[in-house]
């Protein structure tokens, strides 16, 4: 089974991820003996933090495609970004200063990471950008105080049209966002599973266990939607099924 990451931060020395060249190089490595064959990197892009647009992008995969070759990895990376939602996000995509995922109309969205306030109208701000033509990926929702206040949030986005990323180490039983995550994945309030790789150890790029949970504990069919079926159709820009979602019944707190 080969797999497709949507969500890394591979390309060295801009964000938080790969520190250096080298970094990168052994992560993609690792990704390759992973079964990883195709990779959207997706570093940050974030206003008076992270800078990193469609320009600056397009030449790091352009120095990463050689590395690549070079290095005779069987592996195909898109460009991409991971995008902090600001009033003026829709502006930056239409004028072409930010990424999408591998130049689609879908975009990885990230916001109001754990107990941060809402500092303006984030739903309104997403509505935006689906009246843009953007089909917009929720970023790690399972990280957020809201969503373990209220799961239902996530229902609510999946209901207003929205696709749902979650990482792959929330899958581990001993992670703090372990029980949301299979709540969410019992009521198939899930479209991709991605790796959120920064680095070798505690964050690698890797999808294999990840995968081979969801096959175990849900069906195979499942999993290659997740890990495989779902990304493709980001990287083609095809419609992607969002269907026999469910809401969750019980009001659940978790505790992170």
Same mark, same amino acid.
């Not at 003996?33 to 790091?60: G, M, Q």
């Not at 352009?62 to 460009?79: Q, V």
């Given at each position: ?5 949507? $969500? ?9 991820? %790969?520190?250096?060249? /080298?970094? %990168? ?8 003996? %992973?079964?990883? =064959? ?5 570093? $940050?892009? #974030? ?10 992008? /397009?030449?790091?995969?352009?120095? !990463?495609?050689? +590395?690549?070759?070079?290095?005779? +990895? ?7 970004? /991971? ?9 930056? !995509? ?24 809402? #500092? ?15 089909? &917009? ?7 957020? =105080?809201?969503? $373990? ?6 229902? =609510? ?26 709540? +969410?994945?019992?009521?198939?309030? &899930? ?6 790789? $920064? ?5 690698? !790029? ?7 949970? &969801? ?13 495989? =079926?779902?990304? !493709?159709? &980001?990287? /083609? ?20």
């Amino acid at each position: 089974m080969k797999y497709i990451d949507i $969500h890394n931060h591979i390309i060295p020395a801009i964000d938080d991820g %790969a520190k250096s060249v /080298e970094e %990168a190089i052994q992560m993609l490595k690792a990704a390759e003996r %992973a079964n990883i =064959d195709k990779i959207i990197t997706t570093p $940050h892009y #974030r206003e008076e933090y992270y800078l990193n647009t469609k320009e600056v992008i /397009e030449a790091e995969i352009k120095t !990463l495609k050689a +590395l690549i070759k070079s290095h005779k +990895l069987n592996i195909d990376i898109y460009p991409g970004s /991971e995008v902090y939602l600001t009033k003026s996000t829709a502006e930056g !995509l239409n004028n072409g200063v930010i990424q999408t995922l591998n130049n689609s109309s879908y975009v990885l969205i990230e916001f109001f990471p754990y107990s941060d306030y809402w #500092r303006f109208n984030v739903l309104d701000e997403l509505y935006n950008l689906t009246l843009d033509g953007y089909k &917009v990926i929720i970023a790690h929702p399972e990280r957020y =105080d809201i969503t $373990h206040r209220n799961p239902n949030f996530i229902y =609510d986005l999946v209901n207003a049209g929205y696709y749902i990323q979650v990482n792959v180490n929330s899958l581990k039983s001993n992670h703090p966002n372990h029980k949301l995550t299979l709540k +969410l994945l019992d009521h198939n309030l &899930v479209h991709f599973i991605a790796s959120d790789a $920064h680095d070798l150890i505690n964050r690698p !790029l890797s999808l294999h266990e990840g995968y081979e949970y &969801v096959k175990t504990h849900y069906n195979e069919d499942y999993a290659n939607t997740l890990f495989n =079926d779902n990304p !493709l159709k &980001v990287i /083609e820009n095809k419609m992607i099924d969002s269907s026999n979602f469910r809401k969750i019944k019980k009001f659940f707190i978790f505790s992170k």
